[in-house]
């Protein structure tokens, strides 16, 4: 059996040791599935071309994820039955909450067969993910092995770049190549997977060593790999992300006020200086990329408003509205080439389209619950908090102009649930720590002359 690496706390940070847990390795798994071999299976064979191969099960995943989450489900019954404790800190909650809620549009979908067997499909992720996790040693350090399995997929993109796997456009009657795709089925995809691995990477940089060695290799060539995949959002966020992280972390410390609360300031100063000065995010886009539609994506989102206005409040119900056949209204009343969409490539626009505005309110409580809790992750290691927050600053920000939220089986979901379990088990950790400064208790006063001691006398004076 492999070894998982593990991390010892201690007060000059964290020190490598080298131990197993089955409840840190199914998580590991699971990541590895999603991130390494289903991309794979799907590289060497496709599905069906169009919105039939997106419709399609495969076989691989009706078997892989049940048993995986059999096992979790096992494992964690015996850890329980040991002594183990599930704590549930608020993000936790808030997933539960949000997830929840999910569930229960099966009620009032639009599709309720689709709906239910994709709320199944990512129960069986979550449950795999994020209850073994929850139980897994303190010791355990999950993130390791997600470092490695993205060392994995950027290697072996890197040696498929002879192949020339590229995502290809029409643009008239021509097709033309926009970006290299490696063995993921898009070039945006392969973009975001490579951003994230150089931001885990460059955390890897931090420590000493072979980790620190291979960590360099892998951002080098994480980075030849974004760039191969023209994905300039991939890159501006790889950038930006860590930076506005280290920034809220620092401020948070020097000013003693939650992390969350920074970066609400932040979004506040943006919004009020984009209406002042009429700086908006497509004069951004405008500027950055020549491209202020973002790729045709404000033409979806004109549509997405105008469905959510029909069913504001609890939406079309969970995942079903896009790719629910050829009745739904993504087809029936969607203009020219969105028809073809597989979702509103916004994952705030499908939250509220699935689950109305009282899922994006919940979607919302968890993702500032998330940030709260890795804020209590800066009290133990402050390297751990950034790269924490830094992963989540990415996938918040790019759910923007993609849909990653309660997507099973998509590699940004899958990292972003990991990052909030990790800072979960921090959480854990501060609930069961002895406080720094205890009341001296006080001694009973008595009245007249306090009486001394009496010591038996050994022959040697104090």
């Known amino acids: 059996m492999p070894r998982i690496p593990a991390t010892t706390f201690t007060a000059a940070g964290p020190r490598a040791v080298g131990t197993f847990d089955v409840c840190a390795l199914i998580p590991v798994v699971a990541f590895a599935y999603s991130s390494l071999i289903q991309p794979l299976i799907y590289f060497a064979f496709p599905p069906s071309a169009g919105l039939q191969g997106l419709l399609e099960s495969r076989v691989e995943n009706r078997i892989f994820w049940p048993v995986l989450a059999v096992l979790a489900i096992v494992v964690a019954a015996q850890r329980l039955g ?216 404000t033409t979806i989102w004109a549509f997405s408003e105008m469905e959510i206005a029909q069913r504001p409040l609890l939406g079309w119900g969970y995942q079903s509205f896009w790719l629910v056949g050829a009745d739904a209204p993504s087809v029936t009343e969607a203009p020219g080439w969105v028809k073809a969409m597989p979702n509103s490539h916004n994952g705030y626009y499908d939250a509220i389209l699935e689950l109305g505005y009282v899922g994006l309110g919940l979607l919302l409580v968890f993702l500032v619950t998330t940030v709260h809790v890795i804020g209590r992750v800066m009290n133990y290691d402050a390297k751990r908090a950034w790269i924490l927050l830094s992963v989540a600053l990415f996938v918040m920000v790019y759910n923007f102009l993609e849909t990653l939220w309660l997507r099973a089986f998509d590699v940004s979901w899958v990292v972003f649930v990991l990052v909030t379990v990790e800072a979960a088990r921090y959480w854990r950790r501060s609930q069961r720590a002895v406080p720094a400064h205890q009341p001296v208790p006080r001694m009973p006063v008595r009245s007249g002359r306090p009486r001394l001691a009496w010591r038996p006398r050994l022959g040697v004076r104090f």
């Not at 192949?163 to 795709?181: E, R, W």
């Not at 063995?183 to 150089?198: C, D, H, P, R, T």
Request: proline share 4%; hydrophobic share 55%; aromatic share 12%.
């Open 82 to 297: 040991r002594g183990g404790r599930l704590s549930m800190p608020p993000n936790i909650v808030g997933l539960c909450v949000y997830f929840g809620f999910a569930g229960a549009s099966v009620v009032w979908a639009l599709k309720p067969e689709f709906a239910f067997v994709r709320f199944v499909q990512e129960a069986m992720v979550l449950t795999a993910v994020v209850l073994p996790a929850l139980l897994a040693s303190p010791t355990a350090n999950i993130m390791r092995g997600v470092f490695l399995c993205f060392a994995a997929g950027v290697i072996l993109n890197v040696l498929l770049i002879p192949g020339g796997y590229a995502t290809y456009a029409q643009y008239g009657t021509a097709l033309v190549d926009i970006g290299y795709q490696g063995y993921f089925s898009g070039k945006n995809l392969l973009g975001e997977f490579a951003a994230i691995a150089f931001l885990l990477s460059v955390h890897e940089m931090l420590y000493p060593g072979y980790r620190r060695a291979l960590g360099l290799i892998v951002a080098v060539a994480a980075v030849v790999l974004i760039f191969l995949s023209s994905s300039k959002t991939a890159l501006g966020l790889a950038l930006v992300a860590p930076v506005l992280a280290i920034l809220t972390l620092a401020i948070a410390r020097t000013l003693r006020l939650a992390p969350v609360l920074i970066l609400a300031a932040i979004v506040l100063g943006y919004v009020v200086f984009g209406e002042l000065a009429g700086f908006n995010t497509g004069r951004i886009a405008y500027l950055l990329t020549g491209d202020s539609s973002f790729t045709g994506r």
